[in-house]
């Protein structure tokens, strides 16, 4: 069965007085095959003492859903041998325990989001590989973000890509976002899925084997 190896990137800033200003950048390893995933849940900590604020990126769990059953098991470690420290069902990816990693179930949210103004730019690179870069309009409720956004057209297919009605227009995935502030002079926010391996490494093969037993042997209540 395909296996998919990725790393999620976050990267957010605080606008004021039209700078940008680092928030945080963390980035987080999802691994998946045939409707089971585990990634890593990272937080951020901040350090304050009389003379400097510090903030680091920490890794806060490793969560294994089960798509075809809507159960979630979360784990203190990356190990063929770790315990289970919480399982539960869900089917909204608004609810978690802890946020982060990818949404993989429907938004249960009346919010809406729609997209206008689909421009293609021009034909570039992204991470060495051939990509295009289009913009557009991404309208949610009342705010609207504009976005810079890149493809990777050998990724076809794919479940993970951001915007996937423009990604079904232009036919390509978009794998990395750039999202400005309305008038456009500010980034806010970039989001970046990097494609790592098609094949797991050994470790990550003895955790998912081992994990899918858990499943079986702890189902949830």
Known sequence: MPEECLRL???????FKNEAKLDFDLSENLWYQDSVSITQICGIRDIQ????????????LYRL??????WIYEYQNLSDTAVIVASYAKADSISFRLPGGWP????????????????FICDTTLRGAPSKKYTYIQKYNSSRIFVEAFTCC????S????DSMVGKAIGCPIVKKFM?????????????????????PDSIKRVFAAWKQNVLKYPVE
């Not at 990137?9 to 606008?15: A, E, G, L, Q, S």
């Open 180 to 200: 400005f502030n309305e008038d456009r002079t500010i980034v806010q926010r970039i989001r970046e899925i990097e494609y790592l391996s098609n094949v797991f």
């Open 154 to 157: 050998d990724r076809k297919g």
């Open 49 to 60: 003492t009389a003379s400097i604020d510090t903030t680091f990126v920490e890794t806060l």
């Open 65 to 70: 859903i089960d798509m075809r059953k809507n």
């Open 104 to 119: 993989f179930f429907k938004s249960k949210s009346k919010d809406t989001l729609s997209i206008d103004s689909l421009r």
């Open 9 to 15: 990137h976050h990267t957010v800033y605080n606008t």
């Open 159 to 162: 479940r993970f890509q951001y």
